[in-house]
């Protein structure tokens, strides 16, 4: 039996390069890992990548079929981000990767723990099925991060049916230097 390898999301095979640059050296955090599939991409372009989930199952047993590759530049930490304190200080982190798990609560975080000239990149669930109940409204994340980041992508699509303002999202962003922001 063939297993095949986890396959990044198409935004962070697109942006991971940008990503890591901006990083500096600083970890980045992959919000709600699942299996890594994102974390490794980042790490093999040279990150430090702290992966987050309530359960690490997935990212243990993927971790497992890297044997030897596994370094001290991919760490865990199992949290349940609906539950506990966010455990990242102001400044500490210098890229933040969240796929397929949006908690607005978290958003103030991730503008405090990413450093200024880090990235945020973000991509909701697809709108299949249900999946448009769980979805932003329609300009809602542009407001959320539109004071102290900006937007070199911020790609919508409009999902559900059509008395609901549910939309896909996919950003990638970055964060304001301090100074800039409280203008």
């Given at each position: 039996?063939?297993v095949?390898?986890?396959v990044?999301?198409v935004?962070?095979?697109?942006?991971?390069?940008?990503l890591?640059?901006?990083?500096?050296?600083m970890?980045?955090l992959?919000?709600?890992?699942?299996?890594g599939?994102n974390a490794?991409?980042l790490?093999?372009?040279?990150?430090?990548?702290?992966?987050i989930d309530?359960?690490?199952?997935r990212l243990?047993?993927?971790?497992?079929t890297?044997?030897n590759?596994?370094?001290a530049?991919?760490?865990?930490q199992?949290?349940?981000?609906?539950?506990e304190?966010w455990?990242?200080?102001a400044?500490?982190?210098?890229?933040?990767?969240?796929?397929?798990f949006?908690?607005?609560?978290?958003?103030?975080?991730?503008?405090?723990?990413?450093?200024?000239g880090?990235y945020?990149?973000l991509e909701?669930v697809?709108g299949?099925g249900?999946?448009?109940l769980?979805l932003?409204?329609?300009?809602?994340?542009?407001?959320?991060f539109?004071k102290?980041?900006?937007?070199?992508?911020?790609?919508?699509?409009?999902v559900?049916?059509?008395?609901?303002?549910?939309?896909t999202i996919?950003i990638?962003?970055?964060r304001?230097?301090?100074k800039?922001?409280r203008?």
């Amino acid at each position: 039996m063939r297993v095949d390898k986890p396959v990044p999301s198409v935004l962070v095979r697109r942006f991971g390069s940008r990503l890591a640059d901006a990083a500096a050296g600083m970890p980045v955090l992959d919000v709600a890992c699942g299996s890594g599939r994102n974390a490794i991409f980042l790490f093999q372009l040279g990150c430090t990548v702290i992966c987050i989930d309530r359960d690490l199952t997935r990212l243990r047993t993927e971790q497992h079929t890297m044997c030897n590759e596994v370094p001290a530049r991919l760490r865990s930490q199992q949290i349940d981000l609906v539950k506990e304190p966010w455990p990242f200080g102001a400044c500490t982190v210098g890229g933040i990767v969240n796929v397929h798990f949006l908690l607005p609560k978290l958003f103030p975080f991730f503008e405090s723990s990413l450093s200024p000239g880090g990235y945020l990149m973000l991509e909701t669930v697809p709108g299949c099925g249900g999946n448009y109940l769980e979805l932003p409204r329609a300009g809602e994340l542009r407001v959320a991060f539109g004071k102290a980041f900006d937007f070199e992508l911020y790609k919508k699509r409009k999902v559900g049916p059509m008395s609901c303002d549910a939309v896909t999202i996919q950003i990638l962003a970055r964060r304001r230097n301090e100074k800039l922001s409280r203008h």
